[in-house]
């Protein structure tokens, strides 16, 4: 069965026209507490229904046999979401077993650019086959929205029942590159609490995509057949129709062309569609859809009314009309000849195989994430109560003033004396300054965890010179599900770390230096200049440029590369030796493993940057992630590559 997740806001799971739909909700850091009146339960539930609207119910789903994973990321208190927020919503569909990820909502960008986090989650939906489906937005310009202008990623833009694109559907290069368009006007769905209502936008378009996409991989399915998001990708926007519009930018915002269910088909198969599937594309596309008669007012923000919805980041336009469809839209399901091809080369399926664990942690989530230690109060009255409790700060000549808890100098000092405060305290593990997860230490051993933390954060407000400064840590838990909103008012997640295993602190420079002290024991001629700067090199880029939450496998094996940086430098140390430097890091299952293990291999990729010509080095070990802490198998294996 095809598994489609929405990621949108809480979605009414109790109206009718979900009876007999296979729908799970995965806990998010958004509340899934559905309001009538909400905005984004309006808009998440409108999408969902789309989708998974079950026969006979009034509104006639797309694919509505397909299983359904509703992932809120937008609440009805906040309306918009972060790249990182995103980003964990993406990584977390993907592990549930999604093959297609529905984004009605995005954020404008200069020219698609994104943060960090979002990039990694696309690329691990690159990697796992998954395709994100995504609005293109609606500010009515040539401009682009992150996820839909990321690679790889199926754009959607929205057309009225004539097939002309809407005024607010956003265009672009990268659009007409891989975008779509599809009905977006007065498309029906349900609403919060029971009923139907019509509203207009590419996020409603986007869930028409999401759904024909889905039909293809079901098609797949049914033929004995892997089913190929990515293929399947490739065809829809190599059988798009070309507008027919009389504008003069019409060809620019049409994107590569309009949604033609059919010719896709067709393509998947050799043959035409069948009569049923025919029918259930058809039902669902125009019982959703509508004609452009009925006047609308667009509320793009709370009393503020304008001619055309604006959204940067949770596509919030709702639109009303009183208009019932007079005409069928058959621009969506008319069969014809593709016209536009696709530049993309055919695309081969990769099989992902499902992480393994020992039994007691078999239906946990592991994290092995790195970053900085921080802590914070949750509340002005925490925050007071600290500040009852810590004893007056010396200033020197015998000034005394009162305590502030903010500072980590006075905190450290505090918990060195009573350790049970570090209960009271939210610990937080931070990336770039921003907190990521919250650390809450449980089960037997949990008071010497605390011990550990507050060591941890002793060594990180230490000189930058000192031998006992501490740059970076590496956190090992459990993703418990729970959230914790902190002081600021962002909401984290909770990681368990069952022991003080896998809690580490170190200073990079003293990392290179024990790394190198290492390789030069074993080898005697290294390069300590170039040793060092290679190593340096590795290190940082992981902490900067592949910066991650520690979630999936790959993720978990390449941080623990970092803090295993002994066997990394014995690693490259020959690489080093010859002249070479790191070209690129990456991380790729491994087809050697031990039985019900989860087994990765990081490698590292040197080239010459004096001989462009000179075959690159490539050397690869193997991280087993299916324990709380990662371990490493076998020896180092190297090879030259001309590539």
């Known amino acids: 069965m095809i598994t489609i997740a929405v990621l949108d806001g809480p979605v009414d799971t109790g109206h009718a026209c979900f009876d007999g739909a296979d729908l799970v909700s995965l806990p998010t850091l958004v509340t ?55 980003a964990r919503a993406i990584e977390q569909a993907a592990n549930a077993g999604a093959q297609v990820i529905n984004i009605s909502g995005g954020q404008l960008t200069d020219a698609g ?40 990623v199926l754009a959607v833009g929205a057309m009225d029942a004539r097939g002309h694109p809407l005024d607010f559907s956003n265009w672009g290069i990268t659009y007409q590159q891989q975008g779509i368009l599809a009905p977006g006007q007065n498309i029906l769905g349900a609403k919060p609490g029971g009923g139907t209502e019509r509203l207009s936008g590419t996020s409603f378009a986007t869930p028409i995509v999401s759904g024909a996409v889905a039909l293809l991989l079901t098609e797949q399915e049914r033929r004995g057949e892997i089913p190929d998001p990515k293929k399947v990708r490739q065809l829809l926007l190599q059988s798009a129709l070309p507008c027919d519009v009389d504008i003069p930018e019409g060809t620019r915002r049409c994107l590569a062309g309009r949604l033609n269910l059919p010719g896709a088909f067709t393509l998947l198969t050799g043959d035409p569609m069948s009569d049923e599937l025919t029918a259930l594309a058809a039902s669902g596309i125009e019982a959703s859809g509508g004609c452009g008669c ?50 993309n080369s055919p695309m081969t399926t990769h099989q992902v195989t499902p992480s393994q664990a020992p039994s007691d942690l078999a239906s946990s989530q592991l994290v092995y994430a790195l970053g900085t230690l921080g802590y914070d109060f949750g509340s002005e009255a925490r925050r007071d109560t600290f500040k009852q409790l810590m004893p007056p700060f010396d200033l020197g000549s015998g000034t ?85 909103k902190l002081f600021s008012g962002q909401v984290v997640p909770v990681i368990e770390p069952q022991s003080t295993r896998g809690l580490y602190g170190w200073k990079v420079n003293n990392l290179v230096n024990a790394a190198f002290a290492q390789v030069q024991a074993a080898e005697g001629d290294a390069n300590e200049e170039a040793m060092r700067r290679t190593l340096d090199s590795f290190l940082n880029r992981i902490y900067y440029d592949l910066r991650n939450l520690g979630t999936t496998s790959q993720d978990r094996a390449l941080n623990f590369a970092v803090t295993n940086a002994f066997q990394a430098a014995s690693t490259f140390s020959q690489a080093v030796a010859e002249g070479m430097e790191l070209d690129s890091i990456t991380v790729e299952k491994s087809p050697f493993c031990r039985l019900d293990s989860d087994c990765w291999d990081v490698k590292l990729k040197f080239f010459d940057p004096e001989n462009s010509r000179r075959a690159k080095k490539i050397f690869r070990f193997t991280i087993d992630v299916s324990d709380l802490i990662p371990v490493t198998l076998g020896e180092v294996k190297s090879w030259s590559s001309p590539y």
């Open 32 to 86: 899934d507490t559905v309001r009538r009146d909400g905005q984004m339960s309006s808009h998440g539930t409108h999408v969902a229904s789309i989708i998974f609207g079950q026969p006979g119910s009034g509104i006639a789903g797309i694919a509505p046999q397909c299983r359904g994973l509703i992932v809120p990321i937008f609440s009805d208190e906040r309306n918009s979401a972060t790249q990182l927020d995103m």
């Open 113 to 152: 650019e994104s943060d960090g986090w979002l990039a990694n989650a696309v690329r691990l939906c690159q990697e796992k086959n998954i395709l994100i489906v995504a609005a293109a937005g609606n500010n009515g310009c040539d401009c682009l929205h992150v996820p839909a202008a990321m690679p790889n």
């Open 400 to 484: 005394m003033v009162p305590a502030n808890p903010y500072d980590a100098r006075q905190m450290v000092d505090y918990l060195a004396s009573d350790i049970s405060e570090a209960r009271s305290l939210i610990w937080t593990l931070n990336i770039e300054l921003t907190p990521v997860y919250a650390i809450e230490p449980k089960g037997p051993f949990a008071r010497e965890s605390y011990l550990a933390l507050q060591e941890l954060l002793a060594g990180q407000i230490q000189p930058e010179s000192s031998d006992s400064y501490i740059e970076r840590v590496s956190i090992p838990g459990l993703l418990t599900g729970r959230t914790i």
């Open 294 to 343: 009925g006047g609308t007012a667009v509320v793009a923000s709370p009393g503020v009314t304008t001619s055309a919805p604006t959204e940067p980041q949770a596509e919030r336009f709702v639109t009303t009309s009183t208009s019932e469809p007079d005409v069928a839209l058959e621009a969506a399901t008319t069969l014809a000849h593709p016209s536009i091809s696709n530049p």
